[in-house]
């Protein structure tokens, strides 16, 4: 079976499926995205309509790059404050 998705949501938090899936893996193939600053992304930096970071709401909401931002650790969490 193969299956494909994110791992956690804005907030840093495993999704429900992530988690149950990442439980029965035998194996994880990364798909890896790129923050601002070059390093690899591993946090979905959800942002308003002026760009803002957007630290509380439902976990899951429809949209794309107008909505999430890929980045770093260190400046998801520099963005999150």
Excluded: W
């Amino acid at each position: 079976m193969l299956c494909y998705g994110l791992r956690t949501d804005f907030q840093a938090e495993l999704f429900p499926g992530s988690a149950a899936l990442l439980g029965i893996a035998d194996a994880l193939i990364e798909l890896k995205a790129v923050c601002e600053c070059g390093r690899k992304s591993s946090m979905n930096l959800r942002v308003d309509e002026q760009g803002n970071a957007v630290k509380a709401g439902a976990q899951t909401e429809i949209g794309g790059n107008d909505r999430y931002v890929a980045l770093c650790r260190k400046h998801f969490m520099e963005k999150m404050g």
